[in-house]
């Protein structure tokens, strides 16, 4: 993909220089990006909802009736908002504070009413699922932070766990994503070019953990049919 580059750097080096990132020669991708570290190239970007062995283990169950057809969009966003709704209802009951979803308390009248979204995540669902994502229920949202050194931990920190395992494989890399936000800001507010690709920033005043690695989380919004 031609808006893909790749930058291969040793570990210490790649510390080192970004360490000066106000002069470095990535300064400016610096300013603009956001930053996901994974502890293998092999993984992809892909969210938890949307990995084959998790979204796999909750078409499984029991709310989603055996008829519907698994490989449509429309089943999968059901099966996102039937696991946002019981997350809701549970975390309700321990009193956690949540964000005010209308009708989310009325189950039937919600089912009737999500035939008539027309896009997925809708606005209202977004603070939900974000926090949903943060106490570890899959959601179709990804973690990156801002801060590029909390990603390189979270990169550094797997890659350190499957060493101790001995699952770490000698011809593996750790790999650093880098997202140009800005970039895709300024496309979304031209008229001439938008992108389903959105971002959301969680109240960091309700989340300290995410406050603490300058999170941001981002999806892409499907079309509802």
């Known amino acids: ?7 291969k750097i040793d570990f210490v080096d790649l510390y080192n220089e970004f360490q000066h990132f106000k002069d470095c020669k990535y300064s400016k991708l610096l300013q603009t990006c956001v930053f996901r570290g994974e502890s293998s190239l092999k993984y992809k970007l892909l969210p938890s909802i949307l990995r084959e062995t998790e979204r796999s283990k909750w078409l499984n169950c029991s ?8 490989n449509l969009l429309s089943t999968q966003i059901f099966l996102e ?6 997350f809701y209802d549970f975390s309700n009951k321990q009193g956690l504070s949540l964000p005010t ?4 308390h009325h189950t039937e009248v919600m089912i009737m009413q999500f035939a008539n979204f027309s896009k997925w995540l809708p606005e209202e669902w977004v603070e939900l699922a974000a926090l949903a994502q943060h106490y570890g229920t899959p959601t179709r949202l990804l973690d990156w932070s801002f801060n590029f050194k909390t990603a390189l931990y979270f990169m550094a920190h797997g890659a350190c766990k499957k060493i101790k395992s001995g699952s770490a494989q000698s011809d593996d890399k750790m790999v650093l994503w880098a997202l140009n936000k800005g970039h895709i800001d300024r496309l979304n507010y031209t008229k ?5 690709l959105c971002f959301t920033i969680p109240a960091y005043a309700k989340n300290p953990n995410i406050q603490a690695q300058q999170g941001v ?7 509802f049919c």
């Open 63 to 70: 709310f989603i009736a055996p008829h519907y057809d698994k």
């Open 217 to 223: 989380l981002t999806f892409w919004k499907s079309n």
């Open 81 to 86: 908002l039937v696991i946002l709704k019981k």
């Open 192 to 196: 001439d070019y938008n992108t389903d």
């Open 101 to 104: 979803i209308p009708l989310i």
């Open 1 to 7: 993909m031609k808006n893909i580059e790749t930058i």
